[in-house]
Nanobody
Framework: QVQLVESGGGLVQPGGSLRLSCAAS????????MTWYRQAPGKERELVAD???????NYADSVKGRFTISRDNAKNTMYLQMNSLKPEDTAVYYC????????????????WGKGTPVTVSS
């Protein structure tokens, strides 16, 4: 079984910074793509940023230049450095990882964390 645990969310003033982490545990053979999503109250979940196993990154237009996604493969962990935060960044942030477990018959699957809330307010 695989477990993803996010951390680092909280309350921050506009213009401030936060660093989110997402750590995966379990019988992990390899992690392919890692992705951050967010869901604001009353809105649909949206992609924030993703990073491939090779380190290629992609960002939503709304966060380009402010957020940075990274990963530490040795720790099965990814990060989201969020700078210059705005009230519209307020949301629950979720991580998703595409993981291959040990065992030749086990399919590659997506796994989700339970989310960490981020509130940007003065």
């Amino acid at each position: 079984q695989v477990q993803l645990v996010e951390s680092g969310g909280g309350l921050v003033q506009p213009g401030g910074s936060l660093r989110l982490s997402c750590a995966a545990s379990g019988s992990i053979f390899r992690i392919n793509a890692m992705t951050w999503y967010r869901q604001a109250p009353g809105k649909e979940r949206e992609l924030v940023a993703d990073i491939t196993s090779g380190g290629n990154t992609n960002y939503a237009d709304s966060v380009k230049g402010r957020f940075t996604i990274s990963r530490d493969n040795a720790k099965n962990t990814m990060y989201l450095q969020m700078n210059s935060l705005k009230p519209e960044d307020t949301a629950v942030y979720y991580c998703k990882m595409t993981i291959r477990l040990f065992g030749s018959s086990v399919p590659i699957m997506d796994y989700w964390g339970k989310g960490t809330p981020v509130t940007v307010s003065s």
